[in-house]
């Protein structure tokens, strides 16, 4: 769990909301750029209900090649004895999910739907069985799998918040220029609390920095919690998108 996780009260209720409305398995894509806080928001629904499930599972979907060895992972959660052929593996986790009383799976940074529909869990379940499903993307098109939930960038007030949550002690305006600066990105603005924090540099001169250096300092401040970067994620985006579309 994100202990700076900010915000997002309405986005979190309207996921709990639409997954508790269905009466088979229930799939709610969040939808939105690369740094916007899909998976952080999917973690803290994950942690915020928790109670509510016998089990949990995170799948990094990215890679459709790497899913089968994350569900022979879960088989072994499972207390199954996973099967070797994909095809069985999955017919094995979907009738075991059938027998748990209440199961998320977070299908994460997931870029084709047919990638991961095959491994979605059939319905219906037994009455009283929640079957939920969170899927993060930053593509269209998954609407054939469920509602999409559209995530933009956080407020003001909330950027603040984020910012203050590791520099307390930043001045009013300083805060809200560097929010603004950021476009109250929720990875840029934790990577710059992060950075702020290690080196306690004036929140002016940080200011400074980020409209001379914008570059290089999208590459620092980099999070304990994840590996990626504001420059590294663009720079990903931007590859995949001129391999689509070299014009």
């Known amino acids: ?100 009383p209440g199961g998320l799976l977070i299908f994460d ?41 559209g995530l933009d960038v956080i407020d003001l007030p ?5 910012l203050r949550s590791r520099v307390p002690d930043l001045d009013q305006h300083s805060v809200e220029q560097i929010a603004d600066e950021l476009g109250r990105l929720p990875l840029a603005l934790e990577q710059a609390a992060a950075y702020l924090d290690r080196t306690q540099i004036p929140g002016p001169d940080y200011l400074n920095l980020l409209r001379t250096r914008t570059a290089d300092l999208y590459a620092r401040g980099k999070l304990t919690t994840r590996n990626d970067t504001i420059a590294t994620l663009w720079h990903m985006s931007l590859e995949r998108a001129a391999a689509e579309r070299s014009a």
Do not use: C
């Open 1 to 100: 769990r994100n202990p700076n996780f900010t915000g997002r009260s309405a986005e979190l209720a309207d996921i709990a909301q639409e997954l508790a409305s269905g009466a088979a398995v229930t799939v709610r894509a969040v939808r939105g750029m690369g740094g916007v806080g899909k998976t952080q928001l999917a973690a803290e629904y994950a942690h915020a209900l928790a109670s509510d499930y016998a089990l949990v599972w995170q799948i990094a979907a990215e890679e459709p090649a790497a899913i089968p060895d994350q569900f022979t992972a879960l088989a072994g959660q499972l207390g199954l004895d996973p099967a070797p052929d994909p095809d069985a593996l999955r017919a094995q986790i979907h009738d075991e999910l059938r027998r748990v």
């Open 109 to 149: 940074n997931a870029d084709d739907p047919t990638d991961i529909a095959p491994w979605l869990p059939p319905g219906p379940l037994p009455p009283g069985i929640p079957g939920h499903v969170i899927v993060t993307t930053r593509r269209a098109g998954f609407a054939a799998l469920g509602h999409i939930l």
């Open 158 to 162: 909330h950027a603040v918040q984020l």
